[in-house]
């Protein structure tokens, strides 16, 4: 405990200036991000492509950034892709409160009720995948399919420091220090290799961090949010097809709780990706965007059930199409 409080405390000198707005993703990309109100929330919103309607949850503390090597993906062979900043992150509103787990299902319900898609395939990454899971069981019409990433629900695993900063004092002083070494050193610990997490990559998590209202969302997440949602056997009652990915080498949410959600979703199938942390979806792009668009073309039947994704056989029996 007393290391990870030193390593909040220390990067507390190493604040930096946030790259300027116009340097922000998705500048530079043929991606265009506008602002939508939803729920009385001011979201920053991704709506690109046609078709069957993909909708990217990112996890604690990322943006609609996290997605940027999976909206070409998807646009590019016929699907609509639709990513935000979710409440409290990215260059969303932050309020006061609003952060429950219940409240984040109902804020994508609405989205999907404002950009008139009656029914999605969600993707959701750590934190975003509980939040898709929990769509998906109290509005099972609204999901065609249901794709968990390195998923967070079980209540386990996290880091010591994001435990540590979900203590009410604790907390109020770790969420006030934010620093971009601190920043860096967190992304950095979601990749196998971290040496894969460029310059730019930290600059793009930073941007948001110096908001003055940051902290306070931090700390409504870490004291609302219910990271173990799924417990209790709820898992059990998705009737979404799903498909679970997991970096093999996930050290902040390990591979047994993937598996554990392969075992207890009864239309699912379970897949790691080796050499990959917790941020797979950025780590290791084409590996997950290959598993995601087989799912979405082909259904569970394609998918490399408990096998790394080197290995060539797809021993999946199962078939359902999102």
């Known amino acids: 405990m007393r290391g990870a409080v030193l390593l909040i405390v220390l990067g507390a000198a190493c604040r930096a200036a946030p790259i300027p707005p116009e340097q922000r993703y998705p500048a530079g990309t043929r991606f265009h991000a506008v602002y939508r109100t939803i729920d009385s929330?001011?979201?920053?919103?991704?709506?690109?492509?046609?078709?069957?309607?993909?909708?990217?949850?990112?996890?604690?503390?990322?943006?609609?950034?996290?997605?940027?090597?999976?909206?070409p993906a998807l646009t590019a062979v016929g699907y609509r892709a639709v990513s935000f900043d979710n409440r409290g992150f990215g260059f969303s509103d932050k309020p006061a409160h609003g952060y429950g787990t219940a409240a984040y299902a109902r804020l994508v319900v609405a989205l999907l009720d404002s950009l008139r898609i009656s029914s999605a395939v969600l993707v959701g990454h750590s934190m975003g995948g509980a939040i898709a899971a929990e769509v998906a069981l109290a509005h099972p019409d609204r999901v065609r399919g249901l794709v968990l990433i390195d998923a967070a629900g079980y209540g386990i695993g996290f880091p010591a420091v994001l435990r540590i900063a979900?203590?009410?004092?604790?907390?109020?002083?770790?969420?006030?220090?934010?620093?971009?070494?601190?920043?860096?050193?967190?992304?950095?610990?979601?990749y196998a290799d971290p040496s894969k997490v460029t310059d730019a990559d930290v600059d793009q998590y930073y941007a948001p961090v110096p908001d003055a209202d940051y902290g306070r969302a931090l700390?409504?997440?870490?004291?609302e949010f219910s990271f173990d949602t799924l417990s209790g056997g709820r898992v059990r009652t998705l009737q979404s097809p799903t498909l679970i990915i997991w970096g093999d080498a996930d050290r902040w949410i390990p591979p047994s709780q993937g598996a554990r959600f392969g075992r207890e979703a009864p239309r699912a199938v379970f897949a790691m990706v080796p050499r990959t942390g917790h941020n797979a979806p950025e780590e290791s792009a084409p590996q997950v965007n290959r598993l995601l668009l087989?799912?979405?073309?082909?259904?569970?039947?394609?998918?490399?059930?408990?096998v790394a994704w080197s290995t060539p056989s797809l021993r999946s029996s199962r078939s359902s199409n999102p």
Do not use: M, Q
């Open 41 to 71: 929330t001011r979201l920053r919103i991704i709506d690109s492509g046609t078709g069957t309607p993909v909708v990217l949850i990112h996890g604690f503390g990322a943006s609609l950034y996290s997605w940027r090597h999976t909206l």
């Open 166 to 190: 979900r203590w009410p004092f604790i907390g109020a002083i770790a969420t006030t220090l934010r620093s971009r070494w601190i920043t860096a050193r967190i992304v950095r610990s979601t």
């Open 219 to 223: 700390r409504g997440v870490l004291r």
């Open 294 to 306: 087989d799912f979405l073309k082909e259904g569970l039947s394609r998918i490399p059930e408990n």
